[in-house]
């Protein structure tokens, strides 16, 4: 299976942020997506998760043959800023989240349950959200992507706020996912980019592009990223 992106534009106001995304992304393959600030790469995923409307192209996903529709319940998107009701403890609001998913969930397991696999502490499983800190917000976002297990998740530089050890354990996780989905991973993080993903995707000027890694090493492959980000910004 494959996420077809076709020729997609989208404009702000006249500023043309995507200006022909033309690119497919395979099931089974962690895709490092990297570009300046402000290149589009949120922009890019607001798009594809159909929060904003695009003004040129389509995307679909491709099963064989067969094109069908993009739904709302084949993408997860993990905000870079996460986004979770700040009124509920983590408790209400996880179990809220299975209970209205409940049939879309396959092997339903208990709210501790999955906070264990989190490692979401006892202590804090009660608290309201509002005193979660960022990265604890955003492991509680990271969570619900995992349960609902969309085909496609689309993870906005999740990693930067988590501590060394949860970032490990996710970039684990990820990887283990990872052979029956499409994972699209925006960082600004190079290492992080090169360690844990299969291909890396440059947006730059609004188009995507693949760089090849050849038989660089990494350190020469990340050279080789900065300098076609630079080259690509005159
Ligand atoms: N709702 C909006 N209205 C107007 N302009 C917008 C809007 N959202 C984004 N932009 C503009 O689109 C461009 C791309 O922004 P976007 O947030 O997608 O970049 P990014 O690659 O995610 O950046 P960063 O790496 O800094 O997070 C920027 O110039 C931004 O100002």
Same mark, same amino acid.
């Given at each position: 299976? *494959?996420?077809?992106?076709?020729?997609?534009?989208?404009?702000?106001?006249?500023?043309?942020?995507?200006?022909?995304?033309?690119?497919?992304?395979?099931?089974?393959?962690?895709?490092?997506?990297?570009?300046?600030?402000?290149?589009?790469?949120?922009?890019?995923?607001?798009?594809?998760?159909?929060?904003?409307?695009?003004?040129?192209?389509? +995307?679909?996903?491709?099963?064989?043959?067969?094109?069908?529709?993009?739904?709302?319940?084949?993408?997860?998107?993990? $905000?870079?800023?996460?986004?979770?009701?700040?009124? $509920?403890?983590?408790?209400?609001?996880?179990?809220?989240?299975?209970?209205? /998913?409940?049939?879309?969930?396959?092997?339903? &397991?208990?709210?501790? *349950?999955?906070?264990? +696999?989190?490692?979401?502490?006892?202590?804090?499983?009660?608290?309201?959200?509002?005193?979660?800190?960022?990265?604890?917000?955003?492991?509680?976002?990271?969570?619900?992507? +995992?349960?609902?297990?969309? +085909?496609?998740?689309?993870? =906005?530089?999740?990693?930067?706020?988590?501590?060394?050890?949860?970032?490990?354990?996710?970039?684990?996780?990820?990887?283990?996912?990872?052979?029956?989905?499409?994972?699209?991973?925006?960082?600004?993080?190079?290492?992080?980019?090169?360690? $844990?993903?299969?291909?890396?995707?440059?947006? /730059?000027?609004?188009?995507?592009?693949?760089?090849? &890694?050849?038989?660089?090493?990494?350190?020469?492959?990340?050279?080789?990223?900065?300098?076609?980000?630079? =080259?690509?910004?005159?």
């Amino acid at each position: 299976m *494959e996420l077809v992106i076709e020729h997609l534009q989208k404009y702000f106001e006249g500023k043309h942020v995507l200006e022909d995304i033309d690119f497919r992304f395979e099931k089974g393959k962690i895709y490092g997506l990297l570009g300046r600030n402000g290149a589009g790469k949120t922009t890019l995923f607001n798009c594809l998760n159909q929060d904003l409307p695009i003004d040129q192209g389509k +995307f679909y996903i491709l099963d064989g043959n067969e094109q069908r529709k993009v739904t709302t319940g084949d993408i997860g998107y993990v $905000l870079s800023t996460p986004s979770v009701p700040e009124f $509920l403890t983590a408790r209400e609001f996880l179990q809220f989240f299975i209970d209205i /998913n409940q049939k879309d969930i396959p092997n339903v &397991k208990t709210v501790d *349950e999955y906070f264990d +696999f989190m490692g979401i502490l006892p202590e804090d499983r009660d608290r309201l959200l509002k005193d979660f800190s960022h990265g604890m917000k955003n492991k509680m976002q990271m969570l619900i992507n +995992f349960i609902y297990n969309p +085909f496609i998740l689309l993870l =906005d530089e999740p990693l930067t706020s988590l501590d060394v050890v949860v970032a490990d354990e996710m970039k684990k996780l990820l990887r283990k996912i990872k052979d029956e989905h499409i994972l699209i991973f925006s960082t600004h993080i190079m290492e992080l980019a090169v360690d $844990l993903c299969d291909e890396i995707v440059l947006l /730059n000027h609004g188009v995507l592009s693949m760089v090849s &890694k050849d038989e660089l090493s990494d350190d020469e492959f990340q050279e080789k990223i900065i300098t076609l980000l630079k =080259d690509e910004s005159l």
